[in-house]
């Protein structure tokens, strides 16, 4: 239990800090759910050779203002860290809001 704390603290302080691992690694796929009226997207990321029957850790990444769940896959080379250490990756997208619309929201 104390080695997988220390994992998640370690992988808290690196998406405080975030990477800039370029356009390697990117495979995630879009997905969507419907929550009350609202259809919110995001990119899942599911590593390599993953055994459906044991459980998996599941870690959420979220942008910043104005960024998108693809943009934030690129640039913090999580997808990567997850084929690893065999978590799943999730990169919700932001829905729009304010008197613009402005926010994170990925077009489909």
């Known amino acids: 239990m104390k080695q997988t704390k220390k ?22 796929e879009q997905r969507s759910l419907v929550h009350g009226a ?14 459906k029957l044991t ?10 203002y104005g960024g998108t ?3 934030i896959e690129k640039r913090s080379g999580l997808s990567l860290l997850a084929d690893r250490e065999g978590f799943i990756a999730v990169y919700p997208n932001a829905v729009a809001f ?8 990925e077009v489909e």
């Open 98 to 105: 304010g008197p613009m619309g402005l926010s994170g929201v």
């Open 55 to 64: 459980p998996t850790a599941l870690v959420f990444c979220l942008h910043s």
């Open 7 to 28: 994992k998640m603290v370690w992988l808290v302080a690196f998406l405080g800090v975030g990477t800039l691992a370029g356009s390697v690694g990117i495979c995630a």
């Open 69 to 71: 769940g693809r943009e």
């Open 38 to 51: 609202r259809k919110r997207t995001y990119l899942i990321h599911l590593p390599v050779g993953r055994d």
